[in-house]
T-cell receptor, first 109, second 112 residues
Framework: EDQVTQSPEALRLQEGESSSLNCSYT??????LFWYRQDPGKGPEFLFT???AGEEKEKERLKATLTKKESFLHITAPKPEDSATYLC??????????FGTGTRLTVIP | DTGVSQDPRHKITKRGQNVTFRCDPI?????LYWYRQTLGQGPEFLTY????????KSRLLSDRFSAERPKGSFSTLEIQRTEQGDSAMYLC??????????FGQGTRLTVV
């Protein structure tokens, strides 16, 4: 059964305190691993797609990495505007996205 | 192009009523997806279209749910005889084949 597990469920960081979010997955026929950011009451906003183990992608203070079993979203020197829920999703052979429950990040000034 | 557009943003309906939501995808995107999201959960896949063809439906999509995408452009999602358990955010997304999906802002449905 396809499964995506994100940890921790919630994370509070001081501004400037770097950390990592984890996404472990068991998705049959994985075609890609996706990261999205979601603000309250809004739709998910695309961040990254990773396709193969060892791949890394960066955008501003965020860097996503992928291994054969998990992905990490590293946040370097976060700012309060980085506060959001970060969602990880595996794209199955059927082409739809299978989401985890997300990590709710709060960055305190 | 302003991205994926969904209408309405909020809908309150009485149990047993029918509701219809509309999604306008990013122009030229040939794939359109519908997801449902409840509080504290990630989005759950409902169905997707490639052009006007509905290619896959989730087990979550009961007989009360129907989706259409006439002419391969906008899409509608109809829920008949709404139940309280249908209360959720309904998200639409669009993409090209095998590329990332871009989501709309969602329609928040409350069934009272």
């Amino acid at each position: 059964e396809d499964q995506v597990t994100q940890s921790p469920e919630a994370l509070r960081l001081q501004e400037g305190e770097s950390s990592s979010l984890n996404c472990s997955y068991t998705v049959s026929g994985l075609r890609g691993l996706f990261w999205y950011r979601q603000d309250p009451g809004k739709g998910p906003e695309f961040l990254f797609t990773l396709y193969s183990a060892g791949e890394e992608k960066e955008k501003e203070r965020l860097k996503a990495t992928l291994t054969k079993k998990e992905s990490f979203l590293h946040i370097t020197a976060p700012k309060p505007e980085d506060s959001a829920t970060y969602l990880c999703a595996g794209q199955t052979g059927a082409n739809n996205l299978f989401f985890g429950t997300g990590t709710r990040l709060t960055v305190i000034p | 192009d302003t991205g994926v557009s969904q209408d309405p943003r909020h809908k309150i309906t009485k149990r047993g009523q029918n509701v219809t939501f509309r999604c306008d995808p990013i122009s030229e995107h040939n794939r359109l997806y519908w997801y449902r999201q409840t509080l504290g959960q990630g989005p759950e896949f409902l169905t997707y279209f490639q052009n006007e063809a509905q290619l896959e439906k989730s087990r979550l999509l009961s007989d009360r749910f129907s989706a259409e995408r006439p002419k391969g452009s906008f899409s509608t999602l109809e829920i008949q005889r709404t139940e309280q358990g249908d209360s959720a955010m309904y998200l639409c997304a669009s993409s090209f084949v095998n590329t990332e999906a871009f989501f709309g802002q969602g329609t928040r449905l409350t069934v009272v």
